[in-house]
C-alpha cells in the first residue's frame, strides 16, 4: 500500500476553516481513487522549532511530523499564498527538511530518495508558480522525486476577495489538475518502491 502525508502549512490552527485544508482534502480524495492511504497534518497545530536539525529540543514537535514525513511514499506540501509567496510555515518545513541531506540509507543512499512530493498552492492573489518553482527545488534538492504537473492550485480573480473554501463547486479546470496530480504521484511512487535509486 503506497502512503501519502498531506502537510497543510495554513497558519490558520485547527479548527479555523482552511482554503489549503480543502484542495488537500481534493487531493487525497484523488489519491485515494488511485489507491493511496493518506493523512492529513495541520503543521501550525505543532510546535515546531526553527532550526535544520531533526530535532532542535525539549518541547520541539517536529520529530513526531518527521516520523510521519518519513513513513509516507509520497509528501504532499500544501499551502496558501501571502504576498506573492508561500507561507512561513511552509518555509518552516523546508528549513526542518534540510535535516535529511545528512540522512542515508544503509546503501548510503540520500534518506528520501525514492520518495514522491507534489504541491498544492491555493490563494486569491497570483503567485502559485513562483511558489511552486521554490517548493519543487527545495523538495528536489532534498531527495524527493517530483511527478509529471505535480502541482494543483487555484487563484482567485486578481485583487478579490473570494476563498476557495467559499467556492460552492471546486473549477474544473482544479478538479482535473488534482486528479492527474495523484494519478501521477501514485503512479511514480509506486515504481520508485519496486526500484529506487541506484546506491
Given at each position: 500500500m503506497v502512503r501519502a502525508l498531506a502537510l497543510n502549512c495554513t497558519l490558520k490552527p485547527a479548527p479555523a476553516p482552511s482554503s489549503t485544508e480543502k484542495l488537500l482534502r481534493e487531493v487525497v480524495a484523488a489519491l485515494g481513487?488511485?489507491?493511496?492511504?493518506s493523512e492529513l497534518a495541520r503543521v501550525v497545530d505543532y510546535d515546531v522549532r526553527p532550526?535544520?536539525?531533526?530535532?532542535?529540543?525539549?518541547?520541539?514537535?517536529?520529530?513526531?511530523?518527521?516520523?510521519?514525513?518519513?513513513?509516507a511514499d509520497i509528501l504532499v506540501l500544501g499551502t496558501p499564498t501571502w504576498m506573492g509567496h508561500h507561507s512561513?510555515?511552509?518555509?518552516?518545513?523546508?528549513e526542518r527538511l534540510d535535516a535529511e541531506l545528512s540522512e542515508t540509507d544503509d546503501q548510503g543512499r540520500p534518506i528520501l530518495f525514492g520518495k514522491v512530493a507534489v504541491v498544492a498552492v491555493v490563494g486569491n492573489e497570483d503567485g502559485a508558480h513562483k511558489i511552486t518553482a521554490d517548493l519543487f527545488q527545495a523538495l528536489n534538492d532534498v531527495g524527493y522525486t517530483?511527478?509529471?504537473q505535480g502541482v494543483t492550485y487555484w487563484?482567485?480573480?486578481?485583487?478579490?476577495?473570494?476563498?476557495?473554501?467559499?467556492?460552492e463547486t471546486t473549477p474544473e479546470s482544479t478538479a482535473g489538475t488534482t486528479?492527474?496530480?495523484?494519478?501521477?504521484?501514485?503512479?511514480?511512487?509506486?515504481?520508485?518502491?519496486?526500484?529506487?535509486?541506484?546506491?
Open positions: 481513487d488511485a489507491g493511496v492511504e532550526g535544520v536539525e531533526k530535532d532542535m529540543g525539549a518541547g520541539d514537535q517536529w520529530p513526531a511530523l518527521r516520523e510521519k514525513v518519513l513513513a512561513s510555515i511552509a518555509a518552516r518545513v523546508l517530483i511527478p509529471a487563484n482567485g480573480e486578481a485583487m478579490g476577495s473570494t476563498d476557495y473554501r467559499e467556492l486528479a492527474t496530480v495523484a494519478a501521477n504521484a501514485a503512479h511514480l511512487a509506486t515504481l520508485l518502491a519496486g526500484a529506487n535509486y541506484p546506491a
